[in-house]
């Protein structure tokens, strides 16, 4: 059987016309009572990366954070709470700046406890065999995925299967760069973390995307759509196509469908419209930006890989645009590289180590003055 994702048009965020849309996507998977029961504790995860105006499209947009959990309160679910471990600053004052707060005070739904880690062992990963994940994680019965449609500078795009990296609590997220350094290690510990979690639902808010110096420091760009699955490896593959990027490209799409996570190709998709039934490049013809500014080059092959001095020349790297830079230090405080791999002495701008540089771009994602790019 294959796998169905849907998409919804939706050109502004308008409450009502997300609700709507909401709900009609909702039910042609079999409506709400299919994944979740009013007695769980259910938790909404939207993509919470850091403290920014809600615009600029780098957290998911409260509405469409709202909009489910007003869906699931109608359903009679009344243990409902939100939360994201942000890459930096605290997720009370992300929630407030993006006025995701206010939605949920709005609608009684408290924030999920974030701020403590427990470690839970998961014997079955092929690649992760333990996670430091949020206390508020394991104190739920369900999960809701709500993510963002942006663009990656390690895995081309984040959506649905990287949006479960802000299970891991904190500090741990850091570290967890250094353990798997690698875009494809790095996309086999994030299947294990949704297998282990199984979230029942997911949602991608991409009404205002992020194109380019994603997920952080890109441009917001309107697509007018959002997506609704079970199968996170699917919605990210109708995702790589309204980008125009093979979904072959993102490790997380290969990966996921190895493990068995989901299924990326074409012939395994059915995305279901309000006007009918589309192929994944009807998708892309249709509703696609093909000038989308994602990352669409080929990898590095496995034996320039090996070939470390060779390779070294070819891999992407992050680089400063000094005019930019504020010396905030946030840069530095981001490496998770023992002993940093970027290094800050006032009042120049920081200077990278590439030697001892994992290419894991979290400085890049937490620059808050987008003066960090990649070449
Ligand atoms: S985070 Fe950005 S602005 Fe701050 S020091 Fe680093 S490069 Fe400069
Ligand atoms: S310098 Fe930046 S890209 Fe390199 S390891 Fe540190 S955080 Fe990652």
New binding site residues.
């Given amino acids: 059987m294959k796998s169905q994702v849907i998409l919804l048009k939706c050109d502004t965020y308008d409450r009502k016309k997300i609700y709507e849309e909401l709900c009609w996507g909702i039910e042609q998977l079999g409506g709400i009572c299919r994944f979740v029961r009013p007695e769980e504790k259910i938790l909404l995860k939207p993509n919470l990366l850091r403290k920014a105006e809600v615009d600029s499209a780098i957290v998911t947009h409260p509405l469409v954070v709202s909009e489910v959990g007003r869906i699931l309160k109608e359903a009679g679910c009344s243990h409902l709470f939100y939360g994201d471990s942000a890459g930096v600053g605290s997720m009370e004052r992300i929630a407030e700046a993006c006025g995701l707060a206010d939605e949920m005070e709005a609608l009684e739904i408290p924030m999920a406890d974030f701020n403590e880690s427990v470690l839970i062992s998961y014997p079955e990963g092929k690649m992760a065999r333990q996670f430091h994940i949020a206390r508020g994680i394991r104190e739920t019965d369900a999960l809701i995925n709500i993510c963002k449609m942006k663009t990656h500078q390690l895995e081309r795009m984040t959506g649905a299967v990287k949006n479960m990296y802000g299970c891991i609590q904190g500090l741990h997220k850091a570290k967890g760069h250094t353990k798997y350094s690698n875009a494809e290690s790095f996309a086999r510990m994030l299947v294990d973390l949704n297998q282990f979690i199984r979230p029942r639902l997911y949602v991608m808010d991409g009404i205002t995307a992020m194109e380019g110096n994603g997920p952080a420091s890109g441009t917001p760009v309107h697509m007018g759509v959002m997506l609704i699955s079970t199968d996170p490896v699917a919605l990210d593959s109708v995702c790589c196509a309204l980008m125009n990027l093979a979904p072959e490209l993102v490790p997380t799409n290969v990966q996921g469908e190895k493990m068995g996570l989901g299924v990326w190709r074409e012939e395994d998709i059915e995305v279901l419209t309000r006007d009918g039934r589309l192929t994944t490049t009807q998708v892309r013809e249709y509703f696609g930006k093909v000038d989308y500014d994602v990352n669409r080059g080929k990898e590095v092959r496995r034996l320039w890989r090996q070939i470390r001095w060779l390779s070294r020349h070819f891999q992407r790297k992050p680089y400063?645009v000094e005019s930019?830079?504020?010396?905030?230090?946030?840069?530095?405080e981001a490496c998770p590289v023992e002993g940093k791999a970027i290094h800050?002495n006032k009042p120049a701008?920081?200077v990278y180590d590439y030697k001892k540089c994992i290419a894991c771009f979290c400085?890049q994602e937490?620059?808050?003055?987008k003066?960090?790019q990649v070449k």
Avoid: F, S
Avoid at 324 to 332: D, L
Avoid at 366 to 369: A, V
């Fill in positions: 400063i930019r830079c504020i010396r905030c230090g946030i840069c530095v800050l701008a920081p400085c937490m620059c808050p003055k003066a960090i």
